[in-house]
């Protein structure tokens, strides 16, 4: 069955890095494009970013953009966020979701982590 | 962008009620809207696709329906279990936008 496990999250001061990883197991990792959502505490969910299943595109919300990398790594099938500059609002539980169908920029997300904890606070 | 809103924001029905959601888009989104489900403390969940498409092991209890710019979500019969945040989201032009929630709970 298809796992997605987030690891990377913590405390961090503004203007700091942190770096998320998503380990998927359970399909093909590398036919499926991959996204991360976040959800602020208390708060709706907000669509991050999305790499191709071959990295040869990336989308980002203009809230990340120029900010947040999403990368990913097909041979150890996990997928990465790179935040840089961070600041108190990038508080959130961060999810890896993947589509529910594969090669399609535009499925819908048929999975989700467990989600792992930013806190972005001096 | 494509700005999307939902009514309610929150709703309160007794079990065995037929509750509705309604989401709409800011411009035509076609049937590229889906439904999400998300328990306190707990992952978004996939309910329907596509505007109208139960995604697999689903209740049929849960249903969807609209295209262009208006779409609804309706539970024929509310349960216990269904106490949740409900969540429509839109694809359009490579990015996937969320609406702000609707919170079901029992009365």
């Known amino acids: 069955q298809v796992q997605l496990v987030e690891s990377g999250g913590g405390v961090v001061q503004p203007g700091r890095s942190l770096r998320l990883s998503c380990a998927a197991s359970g399909f093909t990792f590398s036919s499926y494009g991959m996204h991360w959502v976040r959800q602020a505490p208390g708060k709706g969910l907000e669509w991050v970013a999305v790499?191709?299943?071959?990295?040869?595109?990336?989308y980002y919300a203009d809230s990340v953009k120029g900010r947040f990398t999403i990368s990913r790594d097909n041979s150890k099938n996990t997928l990465y966020l790179q935040m840089n500059s961070l600041r108190a609002e990038d508080t959130a539980v961060y999810y890896c979701?993947?589509?529910?169908?594969?090669?399609?920029?535009?499925?819908?997300?048929?999975?989700w982590g467990q989600g792992t904890l930013v806190t972005v606070s001096s | 962008d494509i700005q999307m809103t939902q009514s309610p924001s929150s709703l309160s029905a007794s079990v065995g009620d037929r509750v509705t959601i309604t989401c709409q888009a800011s411009?035509?989104?076609?049937?590229?809207l889906n439904w999400y489900q998300q328990k306190p403390g707990k992952a978004p969940k996939l309910l329907i696709y596509?505007?109208?498409n139960l995604e697999t092991g689903v209740p049929s209890r849960f249903s969807g329906s609209g295209s262009g710019t208006d779409f609804t979500f309706t539970i024929s019969s509310l349960q216990p279990e269904d106490i949740a945040t409900y969540y429509c989201q839109q694809y359009d032009n490579l990015i996937f936008t969320f609406g702000p929630g609707t919170k079901v709970d029992i009365k």
């Open positions: 790499i191709w299943y071959d990295g040869s595109n990336k």
């Open positions: 979701a993947s589509p529910k169908f594969e090669y399609s920029s535009s499925s819908p997300l048929g999975h």
């Open positions: 411009q035509d989104i076609s049937n590229y």
């Open positions: 596509d505007a109208s």
